[in-house]
């Protein structure tokens, strides 16, 4: 879920897990998403489709 941060910008967060980011721009928004994800879970839990919703 990707929400409009109050002071500009973007907070992607992973409602089953512990996993949140910030961003500026949307362009940077994927990268940092799967940077977060892939951080989160072991390689091999690793999760290769990323599914990203706008709110």
Do not use: K, N
């Not at 109050?6 to 949140?20: A, F, H, R």
């Not at 500026?24 to 951080?39: I, K, T």
């Amino acid at each position: 879920m990707v929400e409009e941060a109050l002071e500009g910008g973007y907070t992607p967060c992973v409602s089953s897990e512990s996993i949140l980011s910030e961003t500026g721009d949307l362009s940077s928004l994927y990268q940092r998403m799967r940077d977060a994800v892939h951080r989160h879970f072991d390689d091999d839990a690793a999760h290769q489709i990323i599914q990203v919703d706008f709110v």
